[in-house]
Every structure is written in C-alpha cells, then in structure tokens.
C-alpha cells in the first residue's frame, strides 16, 4: 500500500517563512510527477507548484517569486519552501502524485490520483 504523508504546516505570522514535506511510502518504481495544492476556507482546491523529475517546475501565478518547489528522488519526497508568507496563504496544503509502482516487459503498474491527508497553514496578519 503507497500512501503520501505531509508535514511542516503551523501558524506564522505574515513575512514569515514554513517548509512542508510530503514523502511517498510504499513500493514505489518512480514519481514522474509531484505537486502540492492548496484548500483555503471557504473556496475550492487549487495548484499551488509542481515539480517533475528531471527537476522542472510550475507555479501558480499568486506563489511565484515567494515559494520554491523541490524533491530528492532517492527519498520519493518533495517540499515547499514557502518565504514572504501572507494572510491570503492561509490553507490546508496537500501534497498530490501519480506512481508508477513497476515497469517491466509485460508493462507498467501505476497507483494514480492519490493525496495526502493535508496540513495546515496559518498566517496571521
């Protein structure tokens, strides 16, 4: 059984700065893909950054320049330096990825769509 396990989250004061950690377990070939998203109170779930394997990087336009997504492959985890926090920050955060469980000749095994249980981030003004 693969799960996905964040950590980091707390309450900062605005300016502050939080890392979250979201590492995989399980069997586990390889993580293409890995992103965190964001739930604020009150609205619907969005992408916050995403980061690929070889190492490139998407960010949401209300993050850029203030959030910095990274993963070490060897530990199947990925993490969210997040600096200049704001009040509008405040959410919880969960951690997404597809796996692919094996690749061998008769194909590839994937576990897709699977989410962490969340962690939450204050800042106060």
């Known amino acids: 059984q693969v799960q996905l396990v964040e950590s980091g989250g707390g309450l900062v004061q605005a300016g502050g700065s939080l890392r979250l950690s979201c590492a995989a377990s399980?069997?586990?070939?390889?993580?293409?893909?890995m992103r965190w998203y964001r739930q604020p109170p009150g609205k619907q779930r969005e992408l916050v950054a995403g980061?690929?394997?070889?190492?490139?990087?998407t960010y949401a336009d209300s993050v850029k320049g203030r959030f910095t997504i990274s993963r070490d492959n060897a530990k199947n985890t990925v993490y969210l330096q997040m600096n200049s926090l704001k009040p509008e920050d405040t959410a919880v955060y969960y951690c997404?990825?597809?796996?692919?469980?094996?690749?061998?000749?008769?194909?590839?095994?994937?576990?897709?769509?699977?989410w962490g249980h969340g962690t939450q981030v204050t800042v106060s003004s």
């Open positions: 399980g069997r586990i070939f390889s993580i293409p893909d």
């Open positions: 997404y990825a597809d796996l692919l469980l094996d690749r061998g000749p008769s194909g590839t095994s994937w576990s897709n769509n699977n």
């Open positions: 980061i690929l394997s070889a190492g490139s990087t």
